[in-house]
């Protein structure tokens, strides 16, 4: 069946413009999460989903960064007013519901603000 | 709270000798493992996980996992090096008890190389 697809998957931008990053999660995963990956760097939490409700946002690292998901299908990942070190691979995952399924990850979107 | 460690950032083998990539964790509850990896330009997949049960554990590509808990260790292992192992592997954990965290917590990451 199809993976977690992720949209665009390259973005460049100038410093100062919104970006939306798209993710389509797996049909019937509930769990849907956000990172960013920097260069050579492990995954950084962004924020968590279940179902179309936010429990955890605390990754969020500052008020320009944004998202929200409809029902239980497409995320998208809101970053306003970019800046220079928002340039990253930004990663989306989804999981079954259950405590101990794994995540499933899309190819991620890589982001370059200029 | 939870954490995890890779003590190395990079792990070279010879293709056909044994290998092993390196994982601790910190967890005040019971410790779902997992371990994944990631080839370039790509994203996360999944290879094994430890949940309960016996503490080896068989993943995909001929990997397998040894959960220590007296160490709470959780290395990966291979009995031999393929080329095309070469990738990034994470290690990561999330604690599973009642009231657990359902963000899991990832290492940094450790680079396998593989010489020909």
């Known amino acids: 069946g199809a993976g977690v697809s992720q949209s665009p998957s390259n973005k460049v931008t100038e410093k100062g413009k919104d970006v939306e990053l798209r993710c389509d999660p797996i049909?019937?995963?509930?769990?849907l999460y956000w990172y960013r990956q920097r260069l050579g760097q492990g995954l950084e939490f962004l924020i968590y989903f279940q179902g179309n409700s936010a429990p955890d946002k605390s990754g969020l690292p500052s008020d320009r960064f944004s998202a929200e998901r409809t029902g239980e299908s497409v995320s998208t990942l809101t970053i306003q007013r970019t800046q220079q070190e928002d340039s990253a691979v930004y990663l989306c995952?989804?999981?079954?519901?259950?405590?101990?399924?794994?995540?499933?990850f899309g190819p991620g979107t890589r982001l370059t603000v200029l | 709270a939870q954490s995890v460690a890779q003590p190395e950032d990079q792990v070279n083998v010879a293709e056909g000798n044994p290998l092993t990539v390196k994982c601790t964790y910190s967890?005040?509850?019971?410790?779902?493992l997992f371990w994944y990896v990631q080839y370039p330009n790509r994203g996360l997949q999944f290879l094994l996980k430890y949940i309960t049960g016996d503490n080896l554990v068989k993943g995909s590509y001929g990997f397998e996992a040894e959960f220590n808990k007296s160490q709470t260790s959780f290395h990966l292992k291979k009995p031999s090096a393929l080329v095309s192992d070469s990738a990034l592997y994470f290690c990561a954990v999330r604690d599973g008890s009642s009231g657990g965290s359902y963000i899991p917590t990832f290492g940094r990451g450790t680079s396998l190389i593989v010489h020909p």
């Open positions: 049909s019937g995963h509930t769990a």
């Open positions: 967890v005040s509850g019971n410790p779902y």
């Open positions: 995952a989804s999981s079954a519901v259950g405590t101990y399924n794994e995540q499933f």
